[in-house]
């Protein structure tokens, strides 16, 4: 693997927002994205010859966070980028006493809810129709122009520095 993970910094910005595009439109705005730069949340980039392939933006609050995004681009996928950022949130987010890390998760999204199924998250529940239509519908399973369920995962993270 040729990319290497940091944090995120704000002249990431613009990269993100152009790869968030494809994922989450009415999130994609650089006020979002800058105000997880602080206390109150956790950016990690994975760059490839000095270009950013990817990223994972977390909200913190307490001891808890919540994975708000992790996006790849389409051609460095299934090269285990997301495995990676998803790692090094749980590390990061663990080494600074967070206890738990929730996300929801489109129901069709089968490659994302296995990637979280093996980092040991679990399912806590369902919230039928919460995501507006998928506009990229058949790419994802999901029929155009369906609401679609959102699948609650958590895991806790006090076993994340002990590889589990």
Do not use: W
Not at 24 to 36: D, I, N, T
Not at 62 to 81: K, Q, S, Y
């Amino acid at each position: 693997m040729s990319f290497t993970l940091r944090a995120g910094r704000p002249g990431d910005i613009d990269a993100i927002l152009t790869l968030d595009q494809e994922y989450s439109p009415v999130f994609a705005q650089a006020e979002s994205y800058e105000r997880l730069l602080g206390k109150g949340g956790l950016m990690i980039v994975a760059e490839e010859a000095q270009a950013l392939i990817a990223f994972a933006a977390c909200s913190r609050v307490l001891d808890e966070a919540t994975l708000l995004n992790i996006a790849v681009l389409p051609r460095v996928r299934g090269r285990g980028v997301a495995k990676l950022l998803l790692e090094e949130v749980m590390q990061r987010l663990a080494q600074t006493g967070t206890g738990q890390l929730f996300l929801e998760v489109r129901e069709s999204n089968h490659r994302a809810r296995s990637l979280y199924a093996a980092a040991g998250f679990r399912c806590d529940g369902e919230r039928a129709g919460y995501y507006a239509a998928n506009r990229r519908g058949a790419d994802s399973g999901n029929r155009r122009g369906a609401a679609e369920t959102a699948i609650l995962m958590s895991r806790q993270l006090g076993d994340v520095n002990a590889g589990t």
